[in-house]
């Protein structure tokens, strides 16, 4: 019989952890030609979270999981847990019961007819803010635009990856990682599904606009080389128009004295020529910076995750 990994990152579930694992239950019955088990990665919850996990693990053989010395972020959670997962096939599920589990047994159809790869792409999400709608909008168009390999627009974390995608995916080095973009480089025959998203039930969700924001960031600065291009291009261009500007004004001023360029000062032809160029510098000192902090990030080789004890 195959097996097949439940992943489950959780960050502060406590009343989650109960439902999904019933939830989870009742699918496995439906699938009686396949052995589960259910990985669980407490990623530093506050509340008590890791003593529902527990409880579980202790009553379930199936149940494992990973408890981790602090918050790192629910990337860094989904790394551990494809790290440490041990069946032939896994499938990523949200503990605040969002992802409709019972889709499971029609993902492992699809893995089943060959693909290695299949992905939940949530049509509408009940819960999801018009800020977040239109962010997401914006974040998918231009990482189309800017990355190497093309991004599904609300492709979730919901998922489902064969053993010889797990094992390419934990080749992975890079600390600052969207999960769901390296799976999407590494390729493979990949299906999609598409699901209405569930309302959470219990809790808020761990991903703050700000947390959002630093994912997409640095999203684009580790799939496309593109936004540093693109400061010294820019730089280019701002220096050929106030080039030319300059040339204009100078012309006009002192040779054909031209009434438009007499009207500016010396003092303030200099002062806007050097707040202009300040500006691009500043610019291109910023998306330099973002490049060299994921160089910085990737050198000093710092472990991504500290698991403080786990049950396998």
Known sequence: MKSISIIIPAYNEEKNIPL????LKKVFVKCPDYTFDILFVNDGSADGT???????????????YLDFTRNFGKEVATTAALNNCQGDACILVDADLQHPVELIP??????EAGFEVVVGVRNKNKSVGILKKIGSAIFYKIINQ????????????FRLLDRAVIHEFNHFTETNRMTRALIDWLGFR??????????RLHGDASYSFWK????ALNSFVSLSLLPLKLAGNLGIVITLVAGVSGFYILLGKYFFHWHFAATFSDSENLAILILFLVGIIL????????????????VIRRPMYVIRKKKA
């Open 146 to 157: 800017i990355a190497e390999v093309k991004v599904v627009p609300n492709a979730t974390d």
């Open 106 to 111: 029609t993902f492992i159809k699809s893995w």
């Open 283 to 298: 610019m291109s000192i910023g998306l330099l910076a973002l490049y060299i902090a994921n160089i910085h990030s990737e």
């Open 190 to 199: 990949r299906d999609y599904i598409h699901f209405d998203a569930n309302e």
């Open 50 to 64: 890791l003593a529902a996990i527990e409880k579980l693990a202790a009553a379930d053989q199936a149940v494992h």
């Open 212 to 215: 959002l924001f630093r994912l």
């Open 20 to 23: 999904v694992y019933q939830e």
